[in-house]
């Protein structure tokens, strides 16, 4: 089992519809981040957070550390969102903490 | 303030030669980290270093790889006699402290014929 898994896989959604994105981890951490990564490639990051909720334009990312779960909305969804979403954690345990674990992606799609 | 840079974008090598990734992390940047991206895989951590010092390398493979981060210049990502395997976009990150959130360079491409 992953230690960061992320649910769903692929998600293909209308423009304007509400987007959530799920990820669970099963090890303490430090922060939890949401990154975004375009179909060129490059990746931006967009949340880093280690307790309640964070708001950025029409992204907004909540985490409880207690169901060790985050999950990331998207409001009024545009086709320029269209990209995969990754979640990534920095992990307590051993060595340093300048790692991060990275959960599998789920791939957007905005249909206009 | 410029981004984090990495060149090359894309470098081809044969089978047998050696792979050299350069990042620039940000100005004020002092932890550096390679994240290694396999075709149809998620990114996995390689390697943490801090200027002239590799803090955390439990991700880079045990031989062909090595790292480093002068006092000056880039950090440097090394890839000695490289075999198909090692096709993969490799990003670089940078942050001004260990618990600051990190920005990603636009990746190189590595290609092994």
């Known amino acids: 089992k992953n230690e960061v898994e992320q649910s769903p896989q692929n998600l293909t959604a209308q423009e304007g519809e509400f987007i959530t994105i799920n990820c669970s981890y099963s090890v303490g951490i430090s922060a939890l981040h949401w990154l975004q990564q375009h179909p060129g490639g490059g990746i931006v990051s967009l949340f880093m957070?280690?307790?309640g909720k964070k708001k950025h334009g029409r992204l907004i990312a909540t985490i409880n550390i207690q169901e060790k779960h985050s999950s990331l909305h998207i409001t009024a969804s545009h086709p320029r969102d269209s990209a995969v979403y990754i979640c990534a954690v920095t992990p307590f345990y051993g060595g340093s903490q300048g790692n991060l674990i990275f959960g599998k992606g789920t791939k957007l799609s905005v249909k206009p | 303030n410029a981004g984090v840079m990495q060149n090359p974008r894309h470098l081809v090598r044969r089978r047998g030669q050696e792979a050299r990734l350069r990042c620039s992390p940000m100005k004020g940047h002092s932890h550096v980290y390679w994240y290694r991206q396999l075709p149809e895989e998620g990114l996995k951590f390689m390697v943490y270093l801090q200027k002239e010092n590799i803090i955390d390398e439990s991700g880079m493979p045990k031989e062909r790889f090595s790292a480093e981060f002068p006092k000056e210049g880039p950090s440097i990502l090394r890839i000695q006699q490289v075999v198909r395997g090692d096709s993969a976009a490799y990003f670089c990150?940078?942050?001004?402290?260990?618990?600051?959130?990190?920005?990603f360079g636009p990746g190189t491409r590595l290609t092994v014929l």
């Open positions: 957070l280690s307790s």
């Open positions: 990150a940078s942050s001004p402290n260990l618990m600051a959130k990190q920005f």
